[in-house]
C-alpha cells in the first residue's frame, strides 16, 4: 500500500532519465529552423503583397496620366469639331456642293402639318432632380464624444422638461 | 507546475495582451476628447513623400444658342529645361531657338542654369508651343538620342534636359466670330474682356489641390475634380456671321471710322448678334494692342459712350406721351428756333418747319419741336423718365467692360438749367450702343425693358438650366409703347425711307449727331445710327446700328437706315420670319 506521504514522496522525485544530448540538440536546432521558416514566410508574403501593391499603384498612376492625357485629347478633339463644324467651314462646304443663301424675296413659305422648328440648344439634360443625401452613418459614428454628449443631453433635456436647458 | 501557478501566468499573458487595446482605447478617447492634438500630424502631412499639385480642369465650353461650339480648349505644350541633366547649352539652344523662333541667347541662359536642388531646378523656354511643333520637336530630340546612342564620339549632341508638358489652352473655331462678345482667355488662364472675363470663376472652375503619393503603396483613387461650367449663349453664330459681314460693308462704304450693330429680342432681353469693330482673333489675343489702338474699347457696343442723337427722340416723345404732356392732336408751330433759359435748338437744316403734329416732329425730326415737348414734360418728368429707360445707367448685361454712360441730372455740379431741351434731342448725354437699344426696346416690348443677357443657359454637375428672361422695368404703358410704335413705323413709311423692307412693316428711328469736342460741336462729323424693330405688330428683334464718323454722308437717314434694311432682309430669311402678309394668313 502507498499511503499519502510515499505518494507525495514520489511526485516530486526528478526524473531518473535526461534525453540524450543530441537529440535535444536537434529539437533546438528544429525550433530555430521552424522560427525562421515561419519569418521567411511572414517576409515572402509582405514582399509579395508590398510587390503587387507597388505595382498596382503603378499601374494606377499611370492609368491617373493615361486619364489626363485622354481628357485633354477629347478637349482637343471636340475643338477640331468644332472647327469643321464652325459656320465658316459648313458655309464655303455647302457653297461647295452648289447651294447659296435665298434672298427674301424668293422665300416662299408653306403650312407644314406636323413641324416643328428645331428648338435651341439643349446639350444636357434640364433643371436638376434634386436628392437629399442620405445619411450613411449615424451621428454617433462621425461626431466627437463632447458633440455626442451635448446632443443627447439637449435631447434628453428637451424630452424631460420640453426646453432646452 | 501546479494549477495555481498556470492561473498566475494566464493572469499576466491576459494582462499583458489587455493594456494593447486599453491604449488603443485611450488614445481614441484622447483624440476625440481635444481634436486639436490630430493638428500638428496633418500639418507635417505637406513634408511626408506627398506631392501636391494644383489639378487644373478644362475650362468650360461656349456654345451658341443653336449648339455651335464658339470657345473650347486645345492642347498645346510649355517647353522646359530640367536642370538636373547633364546639358549641351550650344546645342540646345541652336536647336530650339531654330525650332521654336525663340532667341538663342536666352536659350542659352536658360540651359546654362546651374542646377540647385529645391530652387533652380527648371528653366521655361517658352508656353504655348502648338501640337504640330511640338510633335517635330519630340522626334527631333528622339532622333538626337538614338544618333548619340549610336554614335562613337565622347560628347555626341543631344537634347538631354529638354522637356515637353502638354497643356490645355483656350480655342476659338470661329476665329473672330463674336470676338468681342466672348473676350480671351490669357495663358495663365484668366479670362479677360467680354463673356470670358464676366464668367471667368464659373467656367475656370473652382482650383483644386491635389495630394499625390509618391510612393506607389499609397497610391488610391484620386479625388474627381470637376470641370468648368459651360455656357449657352444667346447668340446666333449664323446671325453673327451676316450682321458682322454686313457691319464690315457698311464700313467699307461708308468710310465710318468704326461701327457697332447690336441684335436684340426685345421681349426676352437676349442679345441675338452684336457686332463691333474693330475685334480681334481671341486665338491670337497678343495682337490685341495691333488692332485695338489706344484705350479703344475691346466692344464698342458696351465700351463706347457717345451722344445718340436724334435716336433718342422717341424716348423723350413716349415720357411726354406717357404723362400725358402732348397727345396725337397736339400741334407745334415750328419757327426754325427755341430758346429756353440758356440755350437755344435749332432744326437739323436750320428750317422753320410749321405747324406739325407729334407724328410729323418724329417724321422731320425736329430738334425744336423734341425741345419744346421736352418743356412741357417739364425738368422732373423728364429726368424721371430718362432714368426710367435706364439712361446714365448700367443695363446690367453679363459682358465683363460695361460703361455706364452720362446723364446729369438737376442737382449735379455740371447741370445747367434748361439743359433737358438739348438732352431731348440726344446731345448732352452720353449712352452706350446697347443702353439705347435696350431703352428703346421697351418701345417693341408693351412698355417693358428686359435684363439685357448673351447667356441662355449654364450647363454644370450634368444637368442645364436655363436663365429666364427678367424684367427691369416698365418705364411706360403698353398702351403709350405701341402708340409709338405705330408712329415710328408710320413716319418711316411716309419719308419712304431707305429702311423699309418690302413685305414687312418695321418701325425706327434714325440719327445724327454731332460730335462733342473742347471747344463745341463739330459740323462736319457725325455719328450715324439707326434704330427699329420687325414686325411692327408682333416685334421679333431689334436692330441698332451705329457708325462712327461716315464719311460718304454724315447722315444716320442715308448710311445708318439702308444698313438696317439689309440687316433685315438677311435676319428674316435666316430666322424664318414670313412676310406680314403670309404670317397673317398662316395664323389664322
Given at each position: 500500500m502507498i499511503n499519502e506521504k510515499t505518494m507525495e514522496h514520489h511526485e516530486r522525485m526528478p526524473p531518473s532519465y535526461h534525453p540524450a544530448p543530441w537529440r535535444r540538440q536537434w529539437q533546438v536546432i528544429g525550433l530555430i529552423g521552424a522560427v525562421l521558416v515561419f519569418v521567411a514566410l511572414v517576409i515572402l508574403i509582405y514582399m509579395t503583397v508590398t510587390a503587387r501593391t507597388a505595382s498596382v499603384g503603378r499601374q494606377i498612376q499611370k492609368m491617373q496620366a493615361f486619364i489626363e492625357a485622354a481628357d485633354r485629347r477629347i478637349e482637343d478633339l471636340r475643338s477640331t469639331l468644332g472647327q469643321l463644324y464652325s459656320v465658316q467651314a459648313m458655309e464655303k462646304r455647302a457653297f461647295a456642293l452648289g447651294y447659296q443663301y435665298y434672298e427674301v424675296d424668293q422665300a416662299i413659305y408653306l403650312r407644314l402639318p406636323g413641324y416643328y422648328a428645331a428648338d435651341d440648344a439643349i446639350l444636357a439634360p434640364l433643371g436638376r432632380v434634386e436628392v437629399v443625401p442620405a445619411r450613411s452613418l449615424p451621428p454617433e459614428y462621425t461626431e466627437s464624444v463632447i458633440t455626442w454628449l451635448q446632443r443627447t443631453l439637449t435631447r434628453l433635456f428637451a424630452e424631460i422638461w420640453g426646453s432646452q436647458p | 507546475m501546479n494549477n495555481h501557478d498556470q492561473a498566475q501566468r494566464f493572469y499576466i499573458l491576459g494582462g499583458a495582451l489587455s493594456v494593447l487595446p486599453l491604449l488603443v482605447a485611450v488614445q481614441i478617447l484622447r483624440i476625440q476628447l481635444s481634436p486639436n492634438w490630430i493638428k500638428p500630424i496633418l500639418e507635417a502631412?505637406?513634408?511626408?513623400p506627398y506631392e501636391q499639385h494644383e489639378v487644373i480642369t478644362p475650362r468650360g465650353l461656349i456654345y451658341d444658342?443653336?449648339?455651335?461650339?464658339l470657345a473650347g480648349n486645345k492642347i498645346v505644350y510649355e517647353v522646359g529645361i530640367e536642370l538636373q541633366y547633364d546639358r549641351n547649352p550650344e546645342v540646345i539652344a541652336q536647336m530650339l531657338s531654330a525650332m521654336l523662333d525663340v532667341d538663342y541667347m536666352d536659350v542659352y541662359a536658360a540651359a546654362s542654369k546651374e542646377y540647385v536642388s529645391g530652387k533652380s531646378v527648371y528653366a521655361l523656354i517658352k508656353q504655348n508651343v502648338p501640337q504640330e511643333q511640338a510633335e517635330k520637336l519630340k522626334n527631333l530630340i528622339a532622333q538626337m538620342e538614338e544618333q548619340a546612342e549610336k554614335s562613337k564620339s565622347k560628347n555626341p549632341p543631344r537634347l538631354t534636359g529638354v522637356v515637353l508638358y502638354p497643356r490645355l489652352a483656350r480655342a476659338y473655331p470661329?476665329?473672330?466670330?463674336a470676338a468681342n462678345i466672348l473676350g480671351y482667355v490669357t495663358l495663365q488662364g484668366q479670362g479677360v474682356f467680354g463673356v470670358e472675363e464676366k464668367y471667368n470663376d464659373i467656367l475656370a472652375g473652382q482650383p483644386r489641390y491635389v495630394v499625390d503619393p509618391l510612393n506607389p503603396l499609397n497610391v488610391g483613387e484620386r479625388e474627381s475634380v470637376p470641370r468648368g461650367v459651360s455656357l449657352i449663349l444667346s447668340i446666333d453664330a449664323l446671325v453673327q456671321l451676316e450682321v458682322e459681314r454686313i457691319l464690315d460693308k457698311a464700313l467699307r462704304q461708308s468710310g465710318a471710322d468704326s461701327g457697332t450693330i447690336v441684335v436684340y429680342i426685345p421681349k426676352t432681353g437676349e442679345i441675338l448678334a452684336m457686332a463691333s469693330v474693330p475685334r480681334i482673333d481671341p486665338n491670337r489675343y497678343w495682337d490685341y494692342e495691333d488692332i485695338i489702338k489706344g484705350k479703344a474699347p475691346f466692344n464698342r457696343a458696351i465700351g463706347a459712350t457717345y451722344e445718340p442723337g436724334s435716336v433718342y427722340k422717341p424716348i423723350t416723345m413716349a415720357i411726354a406721351f406717357e404723362i400725358g404732356a402732348v397727345n396725337l392732336e397736339t400741334i407745334f408751330t415750328d419757327t426754325g428756333v427755341f430758346s429756353y433759359k440758356h440755350n437755344t435748338v435749332y432744326n437739323w437744316n436750320r428750317g422753320a418747319w410749321g405747324p406739325q403734329s407729334m407724328q410729323g416732329c418724329l417724321q422731320h425730326s425736329l430738334n425744336v419741336c423734341l425741345a419744346w415737348v421736352a418743356v412741357q414734360i417739364g425738368n422732373e418728368e423728364f429726368y424721371r423718365g430718362m432714368q426710367a429707360f435706364g439712361i446714365g445707367r448700367l443695363t446690367g448685361v453679363d459682358l465683363a467692360g460695361e460703361m455706364q454712360g452720362r446723364l446729369k441730372m438737376p442737382g449735379d455740379s455740371d447741370w445747367i438749367d434748361g439743359e433737358l431741351v438739348l438732352n431731348a434731342f440726344g446731345q448732352g448725354v452720353s449712352v452706350t450702343p446697347l443702353q439705347i437699344a435696350v431703352a428703346i426696346s421697351a418701345l417693341a416690348n408693351d412698355g417693358k425693358i428686359m435684363v439685357p443677357h448673351v447667356v441662355r443657359a449654364v450647363i454644370g454637375d450634368g444637368y442645364q438650366r436655363n436663365i429666364e428672361p427678367e424684367l427691369a422695368?416698365?418705364?411706360?404703358s403698353a398702351e403709350t409703347a405701341r402708340l409709338m410704335s405705330e408712329l415710328l413705323a408710320r413716319s418711316l413709311e411716309k419719308e419712304s425711307s431707305d429702311a423699309l423692307v418690302t413685305g414687312y412693316r418695321v418701325a425706327g428711328k434714325t440719327g445724327t449727331a454731332e460730335i462733342p469736342t473742347p471747344t463745341g460741336y463739330t459740323s462736319n462729323e457725325t455719328n450715324a445710327s439707326f434704330v427699329g424693330w420687325v414686325p411692327?405688330?408682333?416685334?421679333q428683334f431689334l436692330v441698332y446700328i451705329w457708325l462712327e464718323k461716315p464719311k460718304t454722308s454724315p447722315w444716320g437717314s442715308i448710311v445708318a437706315a439702308p444698313v438696317f434694311r439689309e440687316v433685315v432682309e438677311k435676319l428674316v430669311v435666316l430666322l424664318n420670319i414670313p412676310p406680314d402678309a403670309i404670317r397673317m394668313k398662316l395664323s389664322q
Amino acid at each position: 500500500m502507498i499511503n499519502e506521504k510515499t505518494m507525495e514522496h514520489h511526485e516530486r522525485m526528478p526524473p531518473s532519465y535526461h534525453p540524450a544530448p543530441w537529440r535535444r540538440q536537434w529539437q533546438v536546432i528544429g525550433l530555430i529552423g521552424a522560427v525562421l521558416v515561419f519569418v521567411a514566410l511572414v517576409i515572402l508574403i509582405y514582399m509579395t503583397v508590398t510587390a503587387r501593391t507597388a505595382s498596382v499603384g503603378r499601374q494606377i498612376q499611370k492609368m491617373q496620366a493615361f486619364i489626363e492625357a485622354a481628357d485633354r485629347r477629347i478637349e482637343d478633339l471636340r475643338s477640331t469639331l468644332g472647327q469643321l463644324y464652325s459656320v465658316q467651314a459648313m458655309e464655303k462646304r455647302a457653297f461647295a456642293l452648289g447651294y447659296q443663301y435665298y434672298e427674301v424675296d424668293q422665300a416662299i413659305y408653306l403650312r407644314l402639318p406636323g413641324y416643328y422648328a428645331a428648338d435651341d440648344a439643349i446639350l444636357a439634360p434640364l433643371g436638376r432632380v434634386e436628392v437629399v443625401p442620405a445619411r450613411s452613418l449615424p451621428p454617433e459614428y462621425t461626431e466627437s464624444v463632447i458633440t455626442w454628449l451635448q446632443r443627447t443631453l439637449t435631447r434628453l433635456f428637451a424630452e424631460i422638461w420640453g426646453s432646452q436647458p | 507546475m501546479n494549477n495555481h501557478d498556470q492561473a498566475q501566468r494566464f493572469y499576466i499573458l491576459g494582462g499583458a495582451l489587455s493594456v494593447l487595446p486599453l491604449l488603443v482605447a485611450v488614445q481614441i478617447l484622447r483624440i476625440q476628447l481635444s481634436p486639436n492634438w490630430i493638428k500638428p500630424i496633418l500639418e507635417a502631412l505637406p513634408n511626408w513623400p506627398y506631392e501636391q499639385h494644383e489639378v487644373i480642369t478644362p475650362r468650360g465650353l461656349i456654345y451658341d444658342r443653336n449648339g455651335a461650339l464658339l470657345a473650347g480648349n486645345k492642347i498645346v505644350y510649355e517647353v522646359g529645361i530640367e536642370l538636373q541633366y547633364d546639358r549641351n547649352p550650344e546645342v540646345i539652344a541652336q536647336m530650339l531657338s531654330a525650332m521654336l523662333d525663340v532667341d538663342y541667347m536666352d536659350v542659352y541662359a536658360a540651359a546654362s542654369k546651374e542646377y540647385v536642388s529645391g530652387k533652380s531646378v527648371y528653366a521655361l523656354i517658352k508656353q504655348n508651343v502648338p501640337q504640330e511643333q511640338a510633335e517635330k520637336l519630340k522626334n527631333l530630340i528622339a532622333q538626337m538620342e538614338e544618333q548619340a546612342e549610336k554614335s562613337k564620339s565622347k560628347n555626341p549632341p543631344r537634347l538631354t534636359g529638354v522637356v515637353l508638358y502638354p497643356r490645355l489652352a483656350r480655342a476659338y473655331p470661329e476665329n473672330t466670330l463674336a470676338a468681342n462678345i466672348l473676350g480671351y482667355v490669357t495663358l495663365q488662364g484668366q479670362g479677360v474682356f467680354g463673356v470670358e472675363e464676366k464668367y471667368n470663376d464659373i467656367l475656370a472652375g473652382q482650383p483644386r489641390y491635389v495630394v499625390d503619393p509618391l510612393n506607389p503603396l499609397n497610391v488610391g483613387e484620386r479625388e474627381s475634380v470637376p470641370r468648368g461650367v459651360s455656357l449657352i449663349l444667346s447668340i446666333d453664330a449664323l446671325v453673327q456671321l451676316e450682321v458682322e459681314r454686313i457691319l464690315d460693308k457698311a464700313l467699307r462704304q461708308s468710310g465710318a471710322d468704326s461701327g457697332t450693330i447690336v441684335v436684340y429680342i426685345p421681349k426676352t432681353g437676349e442679345i441675338l448678334a452684336m457686332a463691333s469693330v474693330p475685334r480681334i482673333d481671341p486665338n491670337r489675343y497678343w495682337d490685341y494692342e495691333d488692332i485695338i489702338k489706344g484705350k479703344a474699347p475691346f466692344n464698342r457696343a458696351i465700351g463706347a459712350t457717345y451722344e445718340p442723337g436724334s435716336v433718342y427722340k422717341p424716348i423723350t416723345m413716349a415720357i411726354a406721351f406717357e404723362i400725358g404732356a402732348v397727345n396725337l392732336e397736339t400741334i407745334f408751330t415750328d419757327t426754325g428756333v427755341f430758346s429756353y433759359k440758356h440755350n437755344t435748338v435749332y432744326n437739323w437744316n436750320r428750317g422753320a418747319w410749321g405747324p406739325q403734329s407729334m407724328q410729323g416732329c418724329l417724321q422731320h425730326s425736329l430738334n425744336v419741336c423734341l425741345a419744346w415737348v421736352a418743356v412741357q414734360i417739364g425738368n422732373e418728368e423728364f429726368y424721371r423718365g430718362m432714368q426710367a429707360f435706364g439712361i446714365g445707367r448700367l443695363t446690367g448685361v453679363d459682358l465683363a467692360g460695361e460703361m455706364q454712360g452720362r446723364l446729369k441730372m438737376p442737382g449735379d455740379s455740371d447741370w445747367i438749367d434748361g439743359e433737358l431741351v438739348l438732352n431731348a434731342f440726344g446731345q448732352g448725354v452720353s449712352v452706350t450702343p446697347l443702353q439705347i437699344a435696350v431703352a428703346i426696346s421697351a418701345l417693341a416690348n408693351d412698355g417693358k425693358i428686359m435684363v439685357p443677357h448673351v447667356v441662355r443657359a449654364v450647363i454644370g454637375d450634368g444637368y442645364q438650366r436655363n436663365i429666364e428672361p427678367e424684367l427691369a422695368g416698365m418705364p411706360i404703358s403698353a398702351e403709350t409703347a405701341r402708340l409709338m410704335s405705330e408712329l415710328l413705323a408710320r413716319s418711316l413709311e411716309k419719308e419712304s425711307s431707305d429702311a423699309l423692307v418690302t413685305g414687312y412693316r418695321v418701325a425706327g428711328k434714325t440719327g445724327t449727331a454731332e460730335i462733342p469736342t473742347p471747344t463745341g460741336y463739330t459740323s462736319n462729323e457725325t455719328n450715324a445710327s439707326f434704330v427699329g424693330w420687325v414686325p411692327v405688330d408682333d416685334p421679333q428683334f431689334l436692330v441698332y446700328i451705329w457708325l462712327e464718323k461716315p464719311k460718304t454722308s454724315p447722315w444716320g437717314s442715308i448710311v445708318a437706315a439702308p444698313v438696317f434694311r439689309e440687316v433685315v432682309e438677311k435676319l428674316v430669311v435666316l430666322l424664318n420670319i414670313p412676310p406680314d402678309a403670309i404670317r397673317m394668313k398662316l395664323s389664322q
